[in-house]
C-alpha cells in the first residue's frame, strides 16, 4: 500500500462513485470500498463524539460482512477522556498501535478486539459541540502512514460532510423507528392474545374493543400489578394507530423538576444542560399512542400543562416560540382513587373530566381466580425460555390450589415473580408452592428465596444474594454464555460480576 497514489485523480473518484449516493447505508458502503483501493481497511465504524461526556455513540459499522447498524454506546475512562478532549480540533489521527493508547484501549474493549490493530479517524465537527467520526481500522500494527494521511486531508471536505449527513440521516430516522421496531416487536410477543380476555377478563376485553377506535382518552384504575399495561398496548394494537409508536412512561418516575421537559421536550440552550434539542414523550408518539402510568403521581404544574394538551393537542418546548401540532392518543392509568385526589386538591378537577371519557376498570387477580391456572402455565412456559432450562416444566398436583388459595396483594406481578423464583428452586421437579399455603391460607404474602425461620424479615441485601446463588447453583456456577447465571437473572454478566463480589459471592462455594 505504499505506492504513490494520484490524489487529485482520487478525489474526483470519490465525488463520482460516493458523494453521488442517495440512501445512507449505500453511501458508507461505498465509503468502505473506495478507501480499501488505496489504504489498508479491515473495518470500519461511525460513531459521535460527545467531549462533554466523554463517550462514543456508535450507529453503524462495515466489514466484508457488510453493514450493521448500531445503537451503542461506550463512555471514557479518565485518561481516555482527556486523550480524547486533546484531539478536539484536529481533523485526522491515526493511532498505529491500538493496545497502547488509553483512547484505544477503551474502545476496542468495548467492540472485542483482540488483535493488534491501526486506527485512522477522521473528525467531522457536527452541531452542538459534537463531532461525528469515521473510524478506519486495519489488523497489525504501523499500518498507517504519511501518504494515507496525506490523501485524507485531500479528501477532508467531501468526506466529511458525506459523514455528517450519514450521521444526521441515522438520527432523524432511528428514534422512530426504534419505537415501532418495539411496539410491532411486542405485538408479535403478545400475539394479540391476552389470558382470561373469554373469562376474568372479558368484560373489560369488550370495552377495549369499543374504545379502541375512537381517538379518546382512556383511563385504565386498577390495583398494582393487575397488567395495566398489557391492557394499554391491547387498545394500542386494535385501534387505527397500530403501525404508530406507543411510548410508555411512569409519571412517578420521573424527577418533578424534570417532569415537563420529558413529556413536551425543550430546545437547544433552554436552560444549562441543554445542549441539545430534545423531543418530549407526546413528540416521540406522533400518530401513535401514550401511556400514562400512575398519572396520580404528576405535579398540579404538570397537571396544568397536560390538560392544555389534551385540550389543543399542541405543545411548546420548554424554551421553544412556537407551538407544535401532536396527534397522539393518551391511554393513562393509575392505582389511585383520583376522586379523592381531587377532594384533597391534589389532582386538577377538570383534568380528570377530561381524562375520565372512558374509564376502565380491571379487576384484582383474586376476583378472577379461574385465570389463574393459565396465567401460571404461561408464565413458566415464558420463564423458562428464557432462562433456558434444559427440562420441561410441570406442576405438582396440588400446585393450582395452592397459586388459587392465595390472595395476591400484588397481583399478576406477584404471580409472576412467584413462578420464576420456583422454577429457580425445584430445579427440574413439579412446581410446588408451599410457601403461599404456610403463609396464612393466602392471607399474606408469600415467604421469600432466602429468609430462614427466625431470622425476621429479610433485608433487600439478602434476598438479593441469595436469588444471584440460587441462579448460580441452577447454571451450575456458569456466569455468562447459554444458560449461565447472567442469562437466568437478566442481567449483563459484568453487572452480575459487579453485584456477587458486592455480596461477596464467589463461583466455587455455590457451583457444587
Given at each position: 500500500?505504499?505506492?504513490?497514489?494520484?490524489?487529485?485523480?482520487?478525489?474526483?473518484?470519490?465525488?463520482?462513485?460516493?458523494?453521488?449516493?442517495q440512501?445512507?447505508?449505500?453511501?458508507?458502503?461505498?465509503?468502505?470500498?473506495?478507501?480499501r483501493?488505496?489504504?489498508?481497511?479491515d473495518f470500519?465504524?461511525?460513531?459521535?463524539?460527545?467531549?462533554?461526556?466523554?463517550?462514543?455513540?456508535?450507529?453503524?459499522?462495515?466489514?466484508?460482512?457488510?453493514?450493521?447498524?448500531?445503537?451503542?454506546k461506550?463512555?471514557?475512562?479518565?485518561s481516555?477522556r482527556?486523550?480524547?478532549?486533546?484531539?478536539?480540533?484536529?481533523?485526522?489521527?491515526y493511532i498505529?498501535?491500538?493496545?497502547?493508547?488509553?483512547?484505544?484501549?477503551?474502545?476496542?474493549?468495548?467492540?472485542?478486539?483482540?488483535?493488534?490493530?491501526?486506527?485512522?479517524?477522521?473528525?467531522?465537527?457536527?452541531?452542538?459541540?459534537?463531532?461525528?467520526?469515521?473510524?478506519?481500522?486495519?489488523?497489525?500494527?504501523?499500518?498507517?502512514?504519511?501518504?494515507?494521511?496525506?490523501?485524507?486531508?485531500?479528501?477532508?471536505t467531501?468526506?466529511?460532510?458525506?459523514?455528517?449527513?450519514?450521521?444526521?440521516?441515522?438520527?432523524?430516522?432511528?428514534?422512530?423507528?426504534?419505537?415501532?421496531?418495539?411496539?410491532?416487536?411486542?405485538?408479535?410477543?403478545?400475539?394479540?392474545?391476552?389470558?382470561?380476555?373469554?373469562s376474568?377478563?372479558?368484560?373489560?376485553?369488550g370495552?377495549?374493543?369499543?374504545?379502541?377506535?375512537?381517538?379518546?382518552?382512556?383511563?385504565?384504575?386498577?390495583?398494582?400489578?393487575?397488567?395495566?399495561?398489557?391492557?394499554?398496548?391491547?387498545?394500542?394494537?386494535?385501534?387505527?394507530r397500530?403501525?404508530?409508536?406507543?411510548?410508555s412512561?411512569?409519571?412517578?418516575?420521573?424527577?418533578?423538576?424534570?417532569?415537563?421537559?420529558?413529556?413536551?421536550?425543550?430546545?437547544?440552550?433552554?436552560?444549562?444542560?441543554?445542549?441539545?434539542?430534545?423531543?418530549?414523550?407526546?413528540?416521540?408518539?406522533?400518530?401513535?399512542?401514550?401511556?400514562?402510568?400512575?398519572?396520580?403521581?404528576?405535579s398540579?404544574?404538570?397537571?396544568?400543562?397536560?390538560?392544555?394538551?389534551?385540550?389543543?393537542?399542541?405543545?411548546?418546548?420548554?424554551?421553544?416560540?412556537?407551538?407544535?401540532?401532536?396527534?397522539?392518543?393518551?391511554?393513562?392509568?393509575?392505582?389511585?382513587?383520583?376522586?379523592?385526589?381531587?377532594q384533597?386538591?391534589?389532582?386538577?378537577a377538570?383534568?380528570?373530566?377530561?381524562?375520565?371519557?372512558?374509564?376502565?376498570?380491571?379487576?384484582?387477580?383474586r376476583?378472577?381466580?379461574?385465570?389463574?391456572?393459565?396465567?401460571?402455565?404461561?408464565?413458566?412456559?415464558?420463564?423458562?425460555?428464557?432462562?433456558?432450562?434444559?427440562?420441561?416444566v410441570?406442576f405438582?398436583?396440588?400446585?393450582?390450589?395452592?397459586?388459587?388459595?392465595?390472595?395476591w396483594?400484588?397481583?399478576?406481578?406477584?404471580?409472576?415473580?412467584?413462578?420464576?423464583?420456583?422454577?429457580?428452586?425445584?430445579?427440574?421437579?413439579?412446581?410446588?408452592?408451599?410457601?403461599?399455603?404456610?403463609?396464612?391460607?393466602?392471607?399474606?404474602?408469600?415467604?421469600?428465596?432466602?429468609?430462614e425461620?427466625?431470622?425476621?424479615?429479610?433485608?433487600?441485601?439478602?434476598?438479593?444474594?441469595?436469588?444471584?446463588?440460587?441462579?448460580?447453583?441452577?447454571?451450575?456456577?456458569?456466569?455468562?454464555?447459554?444458560?449461565?447465571?447472567?442469562?437466568?437473572?437478566?442481567?449483563?454478566?459484568?453487572?452480575?460480576?459487579?453485584?456477587?463480589?458486592?455480596?461477596?459471592?464467589?463461583?466455587?462455594?455455590?457451583?457444587?
Open positions: 500500500m505504499n505506492r504513490e497514489v494520484n490524489i487529485d485523480r482520487l478525489a474526483e473518484e470519490f465525488s463520482r462513485e460516493v458523494v453521488t449516493s440512501n445512507a447505508k449505500t453511501t458508507l458502503n461505498r465509503i468502505y470500498r473506495f478507501c483501493k488505496f489504504m489498508p481497511v470500519l465504524n461511525l460513531p459521535i463524539f460527545d467531549p462533554v461526556s466523554g463517550s462514543l455513540h456508535y450507529k453503524a459499522f462495515v466489514s466484508d460482512d457488510g453493514i450493521m447498524l448500531a445503537d451503542e461506550v463512555r471514557f475512562s479518565g481516555a482527556e486523550q480524547a478532549g486533546r484531539y478536539v480540533g484536529e481533523k485526522i489521527i498505529n498501535n491500538t493496545h497502547r493508547e488509553p483512547l484505544t484501549i477503551d474502545i476496542i474493549n468495548h467492540l472485542g478486539i483482540r488483535e493488534v490493530a491501526s486506527t485512522l479517524f477522521i473528525i467531522a465537527p457536527l452541531e452542538e459541540r459534537r463531532f461525528g467520526v469515521l473510524g478506519l481500522i486495519a489488523w497489525g500494527e504501523g499500518r498507517y502512514n504519511e501518504q494515507h494521511l496525506r490523501i485524507m486531508e485531500r479528501l477532508y467531501p468526506l466529511t460532510g458525506v459523514v455528517s449527513q450519514i450521521l444526521a440521516h441515522f438520527e432523524i430516522s432511528s428514534q422512530k423507528e426504534r419505537l415501532v421496531i418495539e411496539n410491532k416487536a411486542f405485538k408479535k410477543r403478545l400475539g394479540y392474545r391476552i389470558i382470561g380476555a373469554e376474568g377478563l372479558k368484560e373489560v376485553m370495552q377495549v374493543e369499543k374504545v379502541a377506535a375512537l381517538d379518546i382518552p382512556v383511563l385504565l384504575t386498577g390495583e398494582t400489578g393487575v397488567g395495566k399495561e398489557v391492557i394499554a398496548n391491547a387498545i394500542h394494537n386494535f385501534s387505527n397500530v403501525d404508530g409508536p406507543l411510548v412512561f411512569n409519571c412517578g418516575a420521573i424527577p418533578e423538576n424534570l417532569v415537563e421537559s420529558e413529556l413536551f421536550g425543550y430546545e437547544k440552550g433552554a436552560f444549562t444542560g441543554a445542549h441539545s434539542l430534545h423531543h418530549g414523550y407526546f413528540e416521540q408518539a406522533d400518530e401513535g399512542t401514550v401511556f400514562m402510568d400512575e398519572i396520580g403521581e404528576l398540579l404544574s404538570a397537571q396544568v400543562s397536560l390538560l392544555r394538551f389534551l385540550q389543543t393537542m399542541e405543545l411548546r418546548r420548554i424554551g421553544g416560540r412556537r407551538t407544535i401540532s401532536v396527534d397522539a392518543r393518551v391511554v393513562a392509568a393509575t392505582n389511585r382513587d383520583i376522586q379523592v385526589l381531587v384533597q386538591g391534589r389532582f386538577r377538570d383534568l380528570w373530566y377530561r381524562l375520565n371519557v372512558f374509564p376502565i376498570h380491571i379487576p384484582s387477580l376476583e378472577r381466580k379461574e385465570d389463574i391456572p393459565e396465567l401460571a402455565r404461561y408464565f413458566a412456559r415464558r420463564q423458562a425460555l428464557e432462562m433456558n432450562l434444559p427440562y420441561s410441570t405438582s398436583p396440588e400446585a393450582m390450589n395452592q397459586l388459587q388459595a392465595y390472595d396483594p400484588g397481583n399478576i406481578r406477584e404471580l409472576k415473580n412467584v413462578i420464576e423464583r420456583a422454577l429457580i428452586v425445584c430445579q427440574g421437579a413439579p412446581l410446588t408452592f408451599d410457601a403461599l399455603t404456610v403463609a396464612g391460607g393466602g392471607k399474606e404474602p408469600p415467604a421469600v428465596v432466602g429468609s425461620p427466625g431470622e425476621g424479615f429479610p433485608t433487600l441485601d439478602r434476598i438479593i444474594a441469595s436469588h444471584i446463588r440460587a441462579a448460580l447453583k441452577l447454571s451450575r456456577g456458569r456466569v455468562e454464555g447459554r444458560g449461565g447465571a447472567a442469562q437466568l437473572l437478566g442481567l449483563h454478566p459484568s453487572t452480575l460480576r459487579a453485584k456477587m463480589r458486592k455480596h461477596g459471592i464467589r463461583i466455587e462455594r455455590v457451583a457444587r
